[in-house]
């Protein structure tokens, strides 16, 4: 019943968002992706090891504005940028990052930790090259993924962020792509990637395939409101288009846990004490 609410809620954010407009079949329904994480829900498991990230900045390519987010797209035709470790059997190339994020700061991240929202949220896109040969066939399969979730919170400049803020007016319209070279998104990686949480879930833009290995940060980063007014000042449309709209809101709404497990590389019960100004509205 749970997961049938949480498709009919789906399908009316199609009709919000330009990569919504036709009906989508979504497979099987009950490993979908975003999910709240509740904390004392998850599971502690000792046996998940850090994360290793080995990015080549110069695997670092192009820009382009999908007319949903924007994508920092990595050669992946070699192993030169990976991800393996955590929860993962196999070695992951990196293809592309992007991000999620609201018209406020109050909101914009598609997952959430005990129902708080984050401004934005971060996503490195990797595949399984241990198995696969091509992102497209790695998509429709079972560890076919892995994506790393990174929550974004305004507060200071992130200056690592900047190069890529400073490249986003050359694509303002859906469609536009710029070449873009040597960024590393390691900068983009909180301090500590050894706590996170992980679980299987899907892709949350079509063709949203239950084939990802999900490990959101527990540990966000910030970004300054400037930064992110520059994300907002790009156009979910083409420059021939009569209306222009501005890319907001560009995230899913939540899915139905469906009784899935999310694990934790880390003891909840060792965490400091949320503090009392984080328990105010
Ligand atoms: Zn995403």
């Excluded at 994020?101 to 914009?108: I, K, L, R, Y």
């Excluded at 990797?126 to 305004?154: C, P, Q, R, T």
């Excluded at 999900?214 to 907002?232: N, P, Y």
Aim: hydrophobic residues 35%; contains cysteine; negative net charge.
């Amino acid at each position: 019943m749970d997961c049938c609410r949480m498709k009919e809620a789906a399908e009316h954010n199609m009709k919000m968002h330009p990569m919504w407009q036709e009906p989508l079949a979504i497979p099987g329904g009950d490993r979908q992706s975003p999910i709240d994480i509740v904390i004392r829900k998850s599971v502690y498991d000792s046996e998940l090891k850090p994360l290793v990230t080995d990015y080549d900045p110069q695997t670092c390519q192009q820009i382009w504005n999908n007319g949903y987010s924007f994508l920092v797209e990595y050669d992946d035709t070699t192993d030169k940028s990976t991800v393996k470790g955590g929860p993962l059997q196999d070695k992951y190339r990196l293809c592309q990052f992007h991000f999620h994020w609201g018209e406020s700061n109050a909101w914009g991240s598609e997952h959430t930790v005990d129902r708080k929202l984050f401004s934005a949220e971060l996503h490195l896109v990797h595949w399984n090259s241990d198995k696969y040969s091509l992102f497209e066939e790695a998509v429709m399969e079972e560890n076919g993924l892995a994506v790393i979730g990174v929550f974004l919170k305004v507060g200071k400049r992130h200056e690592g962020l900047q190069k890529l803020v400073d490249a986003l007016p050359a694509i303002r319209h859906k469609n536009s792509v710029v070449d873009f070279n040597r960024f590393d998104p390691a900068c983009l990686l909180p301090s500590n990637t050894d706590d996170y949480w992980t679980y299987h879930g899907s892709l949350t833009t079509p063709p949203l395939t239950e084939s990802v290995t999900w490990m959101v940060m527990k540990q966000h980063i910030e970004v300054s409101h400037d930064q992110l007014a520059v994300f907002r000042s790009l156009l979910f449309t083409a420059a021939d288009e009569e209306v222009q709209k501005g890319m907001v809101n560009n995230f899913r709404v939540q899915q139905s846990q469906c009784g899935r497990t999310v694990r934790s590389s880390f003891s909840p019960f060792l965490q400091e004490a949320p503090s009392a100004e984080e328990g105010k509205h």
